[in-house]
């Protein structure tokens, strides 16, 4: 079984500035996928942004990219020029290749990111 | 219907009571998730459909909750003799197939609270 690990309950940071949220995982699996979803508090849950872990270059999505790096099973998500529609929970997740998508996504508890004015 | 829509929105219930909750995904997807995010804490895996069919049902939580779906189109996950630890917020997703790996697209969830 995998686990997902955010170690960082809390972040609160000033609009425009650069901010890093962390994640850990654990898996014996060498193919699998990593993704970072934002959930507002209307629940809704979006995904921000995907990593196979298959590919070395890490994925980039406009303001948002990610630093992966497979050997410390580190998946760490970067926000750029955060801006106040950033603030929400923002969950990382993983997805085994082998289980195709019957596994379903293993969430880590979420970080509760607040952009201040 | 551009989105996975769920309903209720909210549902309070009094412990015992039964308690169904719906998902209709978005059309032509033939996968289904069902998610259970308890409060402070991320989402919990329950169980998934292929079309109208669930392989493995050993992510629910008791022999209390049970799912259907029907064709590839609406699923209700059913509770019953609720508990106060049922008490979470339920989200259900779609995807193209389960048969590979795709992006999954989330409802706005049912908030589920038990007296």
């Known amino acids: 079984a995998q686990t997902v690990t955010q170690s960082q309950p809390e972040m609160s940071v000033q609009e425009a500035e650069t901010v890093t949220l962390s994640c850990t995982y654990d898996?014996?699996?060498?193919?699998?996928?990593l993704f970072w979803y934002k959930q507002p508090p209307s629940r809704q849950m979006i995904l921000v942004i995907r990593?196979?872990?298959?590919?070395?270059q890490n994925a980039t999505e406009n303001r948002f990219s990610v630093n992966f790096q497979k050997a410390a099973k580190s998946f760490s998500l970067k926000i750029s020029d955060s801006q106040l529609g950033d603030t929400a929970m923002y969950f990382c997740a993983f997805m085994g290749y082998s289980g195709g998508g019957a596994d379903g996504l293993t969430f880590g508890k979420g970080t509760h990111l607040i952009i201040q004015p | 219907g551009a989105g996975v829509s769920q309903s209720p929105s909210n549902k309070v219930t009094e412990k015992g009571k039964d308690v169904e909750l719906r998902c209709d995904p978005i059309?032509?997807?033939?996968?289904l998730y069902w998610y259970r995010q308890r409060l402070g804490q991320g989402l919990e895996f329950l169980i998934y459909f292929q079309g109208n069919s669930a392989p493995d049902k050993s992510g629910l939580p008791s022999d209390r909750f049970s799912a259907e779906r029907t064709g590839e189109s609406v699923s209700t996950l059913t509770i019953q003799r609720t508990q106060q630890e049922d008490s979470a917020v339920y989200l259900c997703?779609?995807?193209?197939?389960?048969?590979?790996?795709?992006?999954?697209?989330f409802g706005p969830g049912t908030r589920l609270t038990v007296t």
């Open positions: 898996t014996s699996e060498n193919n699998y996928y």
């Open positions: 990593q196979e872990a298959y590919k070395q």
């Open positions: 059309s032509g997807h033939t996968a």
């Open positions: 997703a779609s995807s193209f197939s389960a048969m590979e790996i795709y992006e999954q697209y």
